[in-house]
């Protein structure tokens, strides 16, 4: 199948071409000829889905752009209150027509009409949010949705002194793969002593989250927010125990290779006592890996990687770039993190991320890469709640790319020493994330499930949570402060809640992806394109089934997966 990334913007039929959002008032007849509208047949059913579908992405679109610009200047008022505005003033009178306009769909008898196989995950989404509906939760999630930003203004205005120059904490985590192992140690104290400076301002920003969110659960019938934000983010094909398991199984299968790898770095480095700020170091002697040293050059050289795969991966980052849908290097008032933003109508999306010349950086640029391939060949299907696919596949999208593009990493090493080091240190990483991810996913759940809990409490689970996940062969003394408050770097915790367990079920889809791109680079390619391009039209397992891939998060499933990555490892 031929595939091209010259992706045009949806055109409209329902909407004048040249209308903008700028009030409800303008807004409110297009629901209310949706929520009028006569249904007389399966043709006018479809029909009317065409048309809320369309009205769907056109305020999806924008409220993406007010997070985008928002997100790319965290300084700018007018930004700030642009998306406040949408989120306190538009959004709460969106959402009850959206409840009316989903049970008059259910409601239909021509609903029953619609081919299973292309609407069965649509309907049970449909299905679920009305479920979900309750009028009391409107003006707390439009808080919500405001008070989430707030971890990315805090963070923004982060920066530290080095050697007489301001860094962004961002570009300072390059100083901790300095051969110098006095400058590590004294750049990891400063960017933590930093941290703790808000410490406080974002303790009370997350309390603050936590009780709004716990409401939201109570309000919905469920006794706490993990039961009401399972069923929200569609989670029908496993359940908290699932995550348990999985939890159980970092421990028992990824924690000794963990601590085999850190064994290895204290030997390599020559050390008795191996330090965080070690973690990251190379020998004296050997320079830290500096892949680009510009946005663009990174830009380029990642095209030209996603090239060597398939031409058409390379044509939507060029198509990004042509429309101005990058915004790569970290700087000063920029919100933390990365991500590929999905635009519901243009349909190339938007990758904003923090570069600061690292490998990590190769690693989240062609993670969001594949995210936003995703977003190209999901986007002509039919409906835009077809292209709202679940988030484990769409983390699948991700991290099977950072594993497909490191046979194409000579762009960004041209000494085969250093290209060896890079795919090393990256699969390092596909392991060592784990019992993050198992931490942060273990936190959320025992801080949403004892939501009365005092500041003291919730600082004893999470040391506690946190030590079941480090590794013994680190010596973090006299840094208990600085771990107290670890978990509070993690966007996800204060903006996506419940988000992270995805990571770890899509790490394992991602590693299945490899090992098929290793036997049979073509076939694997071709099954990652040919369960992305179904968006959300296929049940989770379904999806990755199409690819190939078992949907399974068994101990022993693990243990096979992590064994692989290591022969892997000492191949190389």
Avoid at 516 to 539: E, F, S, V
């Amino acid at each position: 199948m031929q595939y091209s990334a010259d992706i045009k913007k949806l055109p409209r039929h329902f909407l004048p071409h040249d209308f903008i959002i700028t009030n409800w008032e303008s807004l409110e007849p297009y629901f209310r000829d949706l929520d009028e509208r006569a249904l007389r047949s399966p043709g006018e059913l479809e029909q009317w889905l065409k048309d809320a579908s369309e009205l769907e992405a056109v305020i999806s679109e924008d409220a993406c752009w007010r997070q985008i610009k928002m997100t790319c200047d965290t300084e700018n008022k007018e930004l700030e209150e642009s998306f406040t505005f949408f989120m306190m003033e538009i959004q709460p009178k969106i959402q009850p027509y959206s409840d009316k306009l989903n049970k008059k769909l259910i409601a239909s008898p021509f609903s029953k009409q619609l081919a299973p196989e292309k609407y069965f995950t649509y309907l049970r989404n449909v299905r679920k949010n009305i479920e979900l509906f309750r009028e009391a939760n409107i003006p707390l999630q439009a808080e919500l949705s405001v008070m989430q930003q707030q971890f990315g203004i805090i963070s923004g205005k982060m920066t530290v002194d080095i050697n007489g120059q301001e860094y962004t904490l961002q570009q300072a985590t390059r100083f901790l793969e300095d051969p110098d192992r006095n400058l590590r140690e004294e750049v990891y104290h400063k960017i933590n002593q930093r941290r703790l400076q808000d410490k406080e301002e974002l303790n009370t920003l997350f309390s603050s989250l936590l009780q709004k969110r716990h409401q939201v659960g109570l309000n919905t019938g469920f006794t706490n927010f993990s039961d009401y934000r399972f069923v929200e983010l569609g989670r029908f094909d496993y359940s908290k125990e699932d995550c348990f398991q999985f939890h159980e199984a970092v421990k028992l299968h990824v924690m000794p290779l963990v601590n085999q790898l850190y064994e290895s770095k204290k030997k390599k480095l020559g050390l008795d006592v191996l330090r965080p700020w070690d973690i990251d170091a190379e020998p004296a002697g050997i320079k830290p890996l500096r892949p680009f040293k510009t946005s663009e050059e990174l830009t380029e050289k990642t095209i030209a990687c996603f090239d060597e795969m398939r031409p058409f991966f390379g044509d939507c980052l060029r198509k990004m770039k042509a429309m101005g849908h990058l915004d790569l290097e970290s700087r000063k008032g920029k919100a933390p993190g990365g991500y590929n933003c999905p635009l519901a109508e243009s349909g190339a999306p938007f990758i904003f991320m923090n570069a600061a010349g690292q490998l990590d950086d190769v690693t989240t640029m062609v993670h969001e890469g594949g995210h936003a391939i995703h977003s190209f060949l999901a986007h002509e299907l039919e409906l835009t709640g077809f292209k709202e696919y679940p988030t484990e596949i769409a983390e699948v999208a991700s991290m099977a790319m950072e594993l497909f593009s490191m046979n194409h990493w000579e762009v960004f090493f041209d000494d085969k020493d250093e290209l060896r080091r890079a795919k090393e240190q990256q699969l390092e990483r596909v392991i060592t994330i784990f019992p993050w991810i198992a931490t942060i996913d273990k936190f959320q759940h025992w801080v949403y499930e004892n939501p009365e809990h005092t500041l003291a409490e919730r600082t004893i689970q999470w040391l506690n949570i946190l030590e079941e996940f480090s590794s013994l062969v680190i010596n973090f003394d006299g840094l208990d402060e600085y771990r107290s408050y670890a978990w509070q770097r993690q966007l996800h915790l204060y903006e996506v809640p419940f988000y992270y367990i995805e990571y770890g079920i899509a790490q394992l889809g991602a590693i299945g992806l490899w090992q098929q791109y290793k036997q049979n680079r073509d076939a694997a390619l071709t099954n990652y394109m040919t369960a992305l391009r179904l968006g959300g039209t296929r049940t989770l397992p379904e999806l990755f089934k199409a690819a190939d891939l078992v949907f399974d998060l068994s101990p022993k499933h693990i243990n096979q997966l992590m064994r692989f990555v290591k022969q892997e490892m000492d191949s190389l």
